[in-house]
């Protein structure tokens, strides 16, 4: 089983930075891919980015591209979101996920393990 923890939301003023991080287990190396993905109340969850374990590709929503940046630590098991240039529609809960299969890195039905996730906060 994998246990995540994410850690690093806030509340922060349009422009400014974040840097989320996700803890997991010792036992996340069976996964394919790392996600992040958020929820908006009254929306759904979305995909916000996500890393391949083994090869380290990456991938982003269009929304955030140029802004987000996924990345990973295999030695400390963490992996990590660095957000610039929040605007307020970030504004959400952010949640880590890790998946052992090989579907699209957008899609929560390929992630088996969440999270209990963090609050982002962008205000104008």
């Known amino acids: 089983q994998v246990q995540l923890v994410e850690s690093g939301g806030g509340s922060v003023q349009a422009g400014g930075s974040l840097r989320l991080s996700c803890a997991a287990s010792?036992?996340?190396?069976?996964?394919?891919?790392m996600g992040w993905f958020r929820q908006a109340p009254g929306k759904e969850r979305e995909g916000v980015a996500a890393i391949y374990t083994s090869s380290g590709s990456t991938y982003y929503a269009d929304s955030v591209k140029g802004r987000f940046t996924i990345s990973q630590d295999n030695a400390q098991n963490t992996v990590d979101l660095q957000m610039n240039s929040l605007k307020p529609e970030d504004t959400a809960m952010y949640y880590c996920a890790a998946s052992l299969y090989g579907g699209w890195w957008s899609s929560t039905r390929n992630y088996g393990y969440w999270g209990q996730g963090t609050q982002v906060t962008v205000s104008s």
């Open positions: 010792k036992y996340t190396y069976s996964t394919t891919k």
